[in-house]
């Protein structure tokens, strides 16, 4: 596989990877290469990306969650869950193809599933809006909170957007109050809700899916109030202050857990999750697995009440 | 949730053009040069084109409650520099002087007291104190007027005016939309009348949380309301915004509040909402 929108930071990495597969390429054909070649060419690939992954800034993990080869919902949906039935539409103006969600199985446990999903050529981004949902994708995901609820199911939501559509039709048709709407419901909904974020979680349009009794992130992705280009745009006034954003505003997993605002970080593969989807998809099956385990037995009232106690703690402030 | 911050600020400096020191203001609207003590009698609204002037905390408390009756709950609160942010200045300076400038200690006020011989809670956003934006404090304040509300089976109104999370204390600012929203639940059980009153402008963070979860949505005349602002907005679809995008007005035409009411009239308004939706 090779990257084509690949960053900067990841041109020796491709290098080299591209030397192996082309190595490859001429053993396959018979031309003689030493396999030690190959394999010593691959050790060092190795390192180079646990290098260069170990040391990774603030902003170049907000373009590794952005990497256009990262597994997004769907890709997760098919190798986590099984028996997927996707369900459609907010019953009352249309299917928003930003957010996908319905039944499934995980490990024979049947769930409800809720993610925004991103699209991966230029043909899909532009129907999955870029993974920016609008009024009626938070309605749809409400409407399947809902069912979860009414069939005593765990919520999954998968968390990869870089905010809610900022158009003239997400706001003639109630942006705030769709998300407004869900936050509300899912402080309330009776059954376990585990979220993670698998990519970028951005602001408003991410939390809207995000109120979890359990929430995770991935290594390399980021969960923030504002885009780090955005608030370098208004605070520094200079939006190629975006590096310095990322680092500023705290948005990484690692940093996200020392403030004890998500409860995990799930590891990805050597050198981000799109070097290895499959690898990614084993890691987060088996934090959901393991969040579930610690929440789907207690009753639902309670866990109601111990997620008003998580959202109620959260703010740091002097009382003197 | 508050990318359009800058064009709020911007607004305010070329639009809302007081004479300083002087007698006569200009309306920002109609531009007509009026005497101060005119529009202050007219509740800040411009007597001749009805203009809603953007108004401080106090002063609305003044004109909603019964006088001497307000009382304030948890004003000592203070921010902190969680996250030791620093931009072009350090968010501790910024705080600094957002306090040296208002009477406000914090971006909104809250407490109890009476509207027309009624008892009701409030919350009351200060727009002037850092955009009236949304951290830990304002978070934590509104949630436990909100809790007190209902431990006192008290109907609680939330008056906003806000550019949206305080992006200086990052995912903590975010988090407080969840925070409020999981207390206004608590109101919705207990069948204990929650009513907002959106006014000039109300955006971002403030409004996709519990400014549109209002039982009853109430907004003043041409009140700027949405979630990204019209910059962002401009910036993303690359044409031109229709007329009146966005305002109290705009809403109405689409669902999304239940009334437009003149400042003269917030304080009836609510006071007969308030006999029509007690217990
Ligand atoms: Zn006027």
């Given at each position: 596989m090779?990257f084509?929108h690949?960053?900067?930071?990841?041109?020796?990495?491709?290098d080299?990877e591209?030397?192996?597969?082309?190595l490859?390429?001429?053993?396959?054909?018979?031309?003689?290469?030493?396999?030690?070649?190959?394999?010593?060419?691959?050790?060092?690939?190795?390192?180079?990306?646990?290098?260069?992954?170990?040391?990774?800034?603030?902003?170049?993990?907000?373009?590794v969650?952005?990497?256009?080869?990262?597994?997004?919902t769907?890709?997760?949906?098919?190798?986590?869950?099984?028996?997927?039935?996707?369900?459609?539409?907010?019953?009352?103006?249309?299917?928003?193809?930003?957010?996908?969600?319905?039944?499934?199985?995980?490990?024979?446990?049947?769930?409800?599933i809720i993610?925004?999903q991103?699209?991966?050529?230029?043909?899909?981004?532009?129907?999955?809006?870029?993974?920016?949902?609008?009024?009626?994708?938070?309605?749809?995901?409400?409407?399947l909170?809902?069912?979860?609820?009414?069939?005593k199911?765990p919520l999954?939501?998968?968390?990869?957007?870089?905010?809610?559509?900022?158009d003239?039709?997400a706001?003639?048709?109630g942006?705030?109050e769709?998300?407004?709407?869900?936050?509300?419901?899912?402080?309330?909904?009776?059954?376990p809700?585990?979220?993670?974020?698998?990519?970028?979680?951005g602001?408003?349009?991410a939390?809207?899916?995000?109120?979890?009794?359990r929430?995770?992130?991935?290594e390399?992705?980021?969960?923030?109030?504002?885009?780090?280009e955005?608030?370098?745009?208004?605070?520094?006034?200079?939006?190629t202050?975006?590096?310095v954003?990322?680092?500023?505003?705290k948005?990484?997993?690692?940093d996200?857990?020392?403030?004890?605002?998500?409860?995990k970080?799930?590891?990805?593969?050597l050198?981000?999750?799109?070097?290895d989807?499959h690898?990614?998809?084993?890691?987060?099956?088996?934090?959901?697995?393991?969040?579930?385990?610690?929440?789907?037995?207690?009753?639902?009232?309670m866990?109601?009440q111990?997620r008003y106690?998580?959202?109620r703690?959260?703010?740091?402030?002097?009382e003197? | 949730?508050v990318?359009?911050?800058?064009?709020?600020?911007?607004?305010?400096?070329?639009?809302t053009?007081?004479?300083?020191?002087?007698?006569?203001?200009?309306?920002?609207?109609?531009?007509e040069?009026?005497?101060?003590?005119?529009?202050?009698?007219?509740?800040?609204v411009?007597p001749?084109?009805?203009?809603?002037?953007?108004?401080?905390a106090?002063r609305?408390?003044d004109?909603?409650?019964?006088?001497?009756?307000?009382s304030?709950?948890?004003s000592?609160?203070?921010?902190?520099d969680?996250?030791?942010?620093?931009?072009?200045?350090?968010?501790?300076?910024?705080?600094k002087a957002?306090?040296?400038?208002n009477?406000?200690?914090?971006?909104?006020?809250?407490?109890?007291?009476?509207?027309?011989?009624?008892?009701?809670?409030?919350?009351?956003?200060?727009?002037?104190?850092m955009?009236g934006s949304?951290?830990s404090?304002?978070?934590?304040?509104?949630?436990?007027?909100?809790?007190?509300?209902?431990?006192?089976?008290?109907?609680?109104?939330?008056?906003?005016?806000?550019?949206?999370?305080r992006?200086?204390?990052?995912?903590?600012s975010?988090?407080?939309?969840?925070?409020t929203?999981?207390?206004?639940?608590?109101?919705?059980e207990?069948?204990?009348p929650y009513i907002t009153?959106l006014?000039?402008?109300?955006?971002?963070?403030?409004t996709?949380?519990?400014?549109?979860?209002?039982?009853?949505i109430?907004?003043?005349?041409?009140?700027?309301?949405?979630?990204?602002?019209?910059?962002?907005?401009?910036?993303?679809?690359r044409?031109?915004?229709?007329?009146?995008?966005?305002?109290a007005?705009?809403?109405?035409?689409?669902g999304l509040?239940?009334?437009?009411v003149?400042?003269?009239?917030i304080?009836?308004?609510?006071?007969?909402?308030?006999?029509l939706?007690?217990?």
């Amino acid at each position: 596989m090779t990257f084509k929108h690949s960053r900067d930071f990841e041109k020796p990495i491709e290098d080299i990877e591209r030397r192996i597969e082309e190595l490859r390429h001429y053993s396959s054909t018979g031309s003689p290469v030493r396999r030690e070649d190959i394999e010593k060419l691959e050790r060092k690939a190795k390192k180079l990306i646990s290098d260069i992954y170990s040391s990774l800034t603030p902003w170049q993990i907000t373009l590794v969650a952005r990497h256009p080869q990262r597994p997004y919902t769907l890709d997760y949906i098919s190798h986590v869950f099984d028996d997927f039935i996707e369900l459609h539409g907010d019953r009352v103006f249309r299917d928003d193809p930003a957010i996908v969600g319905g039944l499934a199985k995980l490990d024979g446990r049947p769930v409800v599933i809720i993610g925004q999903q991103k699209g991966r050529n230029t043909k899909e981004r532009c129907l999955r809006n870029y993974g920016m949902p609008h009024p009626e994708g938070y309605r749809k995901a409400l409407r399947l909170m809902e069912l979860a609820g009414r069939f005593k199911r765990p919520l999954i939501t998968l968390i990869d957007t870089p905010g809610a559509a900022p158009d003239i039709e997400a706001e003639e048709r109630g942006q705030s109050e769709a998300i407004a709407r869900n936050l509300l419901f899912m402080s309330q909904l009776k059954a376990p809700i585990v979220s993670a974020v698998i990519g970028e979680g951005g602001s408003g349009g991410a939390l809207a899916l995000g109120l979890g009794d359990r929430v995770m992130m991935f290594e390399y992705s980021t969960y923030s109030v504002i885009s780090p280009e955005g608030c370098a745009a208004i605070l520094w006034k200079d939006g190629t202050k975006a590096d310095v954003a990322a680092k500023t505003l705290k948005m990484t997993a690692p940093d996200l857990l020392r403030l004890r605002v998500i409860d995990k970080i799930i590891k990805e593969p050597l050198g981000g999750a799109h070097r290895d989807p499959h690898a990614a998809a084993r890691n987060l099956k088996a934090a959901i697995n393991e969040a579930l385990s610690e929440i789907s037995d207690v009753p639902a009232d309670m866990l109601v009440q111990a997620r008003y106690s998580r959202y109620r703690k959260f703010g740091v402030f002097k009382e003197p | 949730m508050v990318w359009f911050k800058k064009d709020l600020f911007t607004r305010r400096e070329d639009k809302t053009i007081r004479v300083p020191h002087g007698l006569w203001v200009k309306c920002e609207h109609c531009n007509e040069i009026i005497y101060k003590k005119e529009v202050e009698r007219n509740l800040d609204v411009c007597p001749k084109c009805d203009y809603h002037f953007r108004i401080s905390a106090r002063r609305r408390i003044d004109i909603v409650f019964d006088e001497g009756t307000f009382s304030e709950f948890d004003s000592r609160l203070e921010s902190v520099d969680v996250l030791d942010f620093k931009d072009v200045k350090r968010y501790k300076d910024r705080l600094k002087a957002a306090r040296s400038e208002n009477v406000s200690s914090e971006a909104v006020i809250t407490g109890q007291g009476m509207i027309a011989g009624q008892r009701a809670m409030a919350a009351v956003f200060e727009f002037s104190f850092m955009g009236g934006s949304m951290g830990s404090v304002v978070g934590e304040k509104i949630t436990r007027l909100l809790e007190k509300g209902k431990k006192e089976r008290c109907p609680v109104i939330v008056f906003t005016s806000s550019g949206g999370a305080r992006m200086q204390e990052g995912i903590f600012s975010l988090l407080q939309m969840a925070k409020t929203s999981a207390a206004i639940a608590l109101l919705k059980e207990e069948s204990i009348p929650y009513i907002t009153v959106l006014t000039d402008p109300t955006t971002g963070g403030v409004t996709a949380s519990f400014a549109m979860l209002g039982d009853v949505i109430i907004a003043e005349p041409r009140a700027l309301i949405g979630f990204a602002g019209p910059r962002v907005i401009q910036e993303t679809i690359r044409q031109k915004l229709p007329e009146g995008f966005q305002r109290a007005e705009y809403l109405m035409e689409h669902g999304l509040i239940d009334m437009i009411v003149d400042r003269k009239m917030i304080k009836s308004t609510l006071s007969r909402l308030l006999t029509l939706l007690r217990q």
